[in-house]
């Protein structure tokens, strides 16, 4: 039953084993929850190709949007209880923090950059299109979407709301490297959450944490630097993310060409033409693309086939460290070479690249600018983070990057043909790692 002043008549709890129980009494939050578009994400992985090296890695962006919310919602109530907080904003904030991922595709970050397309542009239209979601957001008010909108675009006037849900340190970050931890099995992002939410403070434009809170910050940030190396950016998740981007390069190259599918890729034709619409990309899950992947391992294209079979049964590309300025010098002879055995270069044989920024303090003008988290001291006055511990300073604005050549090495150890160009790119890929 509901209640005229919009809460439940009885509290909504999930079971969840990050937070141990996410409370809903919100009527708006308990009807987000139940639209198609926010059901959508059950069928969205959280960590896109990362369950083919950690098979615990199963969970959703449902289970992670949900867990933002709880975070938020603890985080709106330790504010209010110390008075900072306007109350007519809660219920845009948790809105945001529910909602911030909607918009995500499936296996998310892979897919945008085949597509180019933006999540956070998507998450925008669904919010302010014709859709579930904007149907019960308008019934706080007709402005109410846009705001929500705003908040996750971080151009909402409130500024303090925005830095909650989207800062260095945030209800965002906080919830997905708790949990992403949890279901990869790896201890390397624990942090004490309690300890933070207990030292957060308001200021006029952000979220700012006593001193003596410091060493709990400290160790989130550490916790996010090993997470993004360890787990976000492992290798063997990237070969796998490699052949998925070059499967659907190669589906939409050969429909470009007119080729005949023996099952048209019918939810893909709006995608690989660029005149996507709202409607076709709420279809759009993880289910739908293994669908194809597992059809397509049945086409007459050689390349097509065999990358879908390397995807679905986990026959990943090997890998070799590899230096830009060595691989200069290397890359014309492998790629001839890969002709001459003939294996497409462009498909099989592939530079990726990653790189983490774990923190930053304020500069001036640059893009991507990073607001930094600030410490409140005893004497009242805030001083920024990396000046205070020499933890955080010792990795502060230091960009770490690497790169990594893939290849298909049960392809190249096979030689019963071309042996000898075989041999010798296998050469030019070991002296390459050094």
Request: proline share 3%; aromatic share 12%; charged share 30%.
């Amino acid at each position: 039953m509901r209640r005229p002043d919009g809460e439940l008549e009885e509290e909504k709890v999930f079971k969840d084993p990050v937070h141990r129980y996410i409370h809903v009494r919100d009527e708006l939050i308990w009807d987000l929850i139940g639209t198609k578009e926010f059901q959508r994400l059950r069928r969205i992985r959280q960590l896109g190709t990362t369950y083919v090296t950690f098979h615990g890695a199963e969970h959703t962006r449902f289970n992670h949007s949900l867990g933002v919310y709880e975070i938020m919602r603890r985080m709106v109530e330790n504010l209010e209880k110390k008075g900072k907080w306007d109350a007519d904003e809660r219920l845009v904030c948790l809105s945001s923090a529910l909602l911030h991922d909607v918009g995500h595709g499936p296996f998310s970050h892979s897919f945008e950059k085949i597509f180019h397309m933006d999540h956070e542009k998507w998450t925008r239209e669904i919010i302010l299109g014709d859709t579930e979601i904007n149907s019960v957001l308008r019934r706080m008010g007709d402005d109410f979407p846009l705001k929500v909108a705003d908040v996750i675009a971080k151009t909402y006037d409130n500024k303090l709301l925005v830095s909650l849900i989207s800062s260095q340190i945030d209800a965002d970050r906080m919830d997905y490297l708790l949990r992403d931890a949890f279901y990869t099995g790896v201890s390397y992002g624990q942090f004490d959450m309690e300890r933070i939410l207990r030292v957060m403070r308001a200021d006029e434009d952000q979220a700012v944490f006593k001193h003596s809170g410091m060493h709990a910050v400290e160790d989130y940030i550490m916790s996010r630097y090993q997470m993004y190396w360890q787990v976000y950016f492992h290798p063997v998740t990237r070969s796998a993310e490699v052949i998925l981007s070059k499967i659907l390069h190669r589906a939409k190259e050969l429909l470009a060409q007119d080729y005949a599918f023996k099952l048209t890729p019918h939810h893909f034709l709006s995608m690989f033409n660029g005149k996507v619409t709202l409607r076709d990309y709420l279809k759009m899950d993880e289910s739908v693309i293994l669908f194809y992947f597992q059809e397509w391992e049945e086409e007459e294209d050689s390349i097509l086939k065999d990358l879908c079979s390397r995807f679905m049964h986990r026959n990943l590309f090997k890998y070799v460290e590899c230096d830009p300025s060595k691989q200069m010098v290397i890359w014309q002879e492998l790629r001839a070479l890969y002709q001459k055995i003939r294996l497409d270069p462009d498909y099989y044989l592939v530079i990726d690249s990653s790189s983490d920024l774990p923190y930053d303090f304020y500069r001036a003008g640059e893009k991507d600018e990073r607001v930094p988290i600030h410490l409140l001291m005893p004497d009242g006055k805030l001083r920024e983070l990396s000046r205070e511990s020499d933890l955080v300073e010792s990795i502060s604005g230091k960009k770490r990057t690497d790169h990594k050549l893939y290849y298909p090495k049960d392809l190249l150890m096979d030689q019963t043909e071309f042996p000898e160009e075989k041999q010798r790119i296998m050469a030019l890929l070991v002296n390459q790692e050094g």
